[in-house]
C-alpha cells in the first residue's frame, strides 16, 4: 500500500518493484485450501515456516492482506508499458487466480466476531482487512455475505456505551490497550476508508 501510494503521490516506483512484490506474495499463499466451487481457497499465513505454528498457518486477517496486495500489484502491472504483452498476460492469469482464490478462502472460514482461525486475536486488524479487501476489490460481497452490512452490525453492536471508554471498541485480543488498536479500525471499517484500485479483479482498461 505505500508504494502504491507513493506511486499516486508522483513519487517514481520501478514498475518491477511491483511484479517482484506480486511473485513475493504468490510465494507465500498456501498450496491448496478447502474446495469452494471452482476456488481452490488457498490463504495467507503471515510467513511461511514460522516457528510459531499459529502464525505459519492461514488467517482472516494476513489473506485480506494478500488479497490486498495482489489487488494492487494487479493494477500497477496492467497499467505500466514496461511488460510486453504476453508475459502481461501470465502474471495477469496468475493474479485473478490467486485474488478468486483468497476471496475463496474468506468464504469458506467466514466470520465477521472472530479473525479465523485465531478466534478475537487482532480482530480489529481483521475487520479492517476484510474492509481494504471488499473495497479495493469492487465486491459487495464474498461468497453469499455482505461483508459491509454483517460487520457493521457486529461493530455497532460492540461498541462500548457508557463509563470511561464510551464511544470506543475493545473486541479482541491485542497490545497495547486494546481499545487504542481496536477503535481506529473499527472506525475506518464503518466509513469504507479504502479506495478501489483503478482495475479490479477481472477488470482490465481496454486496448488503444
Not at 44 to 57: D, I, S, T, V
Not at 129 to 137: I, N, S, V
Request: charged share 25%; with cysteine; hydrophobic share 40%.
Amino acid at each position: 500500500m505505500g508504494l502504491h501510494t507513493a506511486r499516486r503521490m508522483g513519487i517514481p516506483v520501478r514498475n518491477e518493484v511491483f511484479v517482484r512484490a506480486a511473485e513475493y506474495l504468490l510465494g507465500e499463499q498456501e498450496a491448496a485450501g478447502p474446495a469452494s466451487g471452482s476456488a481452490r481457497a488457498p490463504g495467507w499465513p503471515y510467513m511461511k515456516g514460522n516457528l510459531n505454528p499459529e502464525r505459519a498457518k492461514a488467517s482472516g486477517a494476513m489473506t485480506c492482506a494478500g488479497i490486498c496486495g495482489l489487488l494492487i500489484c494487479r493494477d500497477e502491472c496492467l497499467q505500466t508499458r514496461a511488460l510486453d504483452k504476453a508475459k502481461k498476460e501470465k502474471i495477469l492469469a496468475r493474479l485473478d487466480q490467486a485474488i478468486y482464490d483468497g476471496l475463496a478462502w474468506l468464504d469458506a472460514h467466514w466470520s465477521v466476531s472472530e479473525n479465523p482461525p485465531l478466534k478475537t486475536a487482532e480482530l480489529g486488524y481483521y475487520l479492517y482487512g476484510l474492509e481494504r479487501a471488499g473495497m479495493m476489490a469492487g465486491v459487495q460481497r464474498i461468497g453469499t455475505h455482505d461483508w459491509y452490512e454483517e460487520g457493521a452490525k457486529f461493530l455497532t453492536g460492540k461498541i462500548a456505551k457508557d463509563g470511561a471508554d464510551k464511544g470506543s471498541w475493545s473486541i479482541g485480543k491485542t497490545y497495547p490497550k486494546t481499545e487504542i488498536q481496536e477503535t481506529p479500525y473499527a472506525l475506518l471499517f464503518l466509513r469504507k476508508a479504502s479506495i478501489r484500485v483503478a482495475y479490479a479483479v477481472g477488470e482490465a482498461p481496454k486496448e488503444p
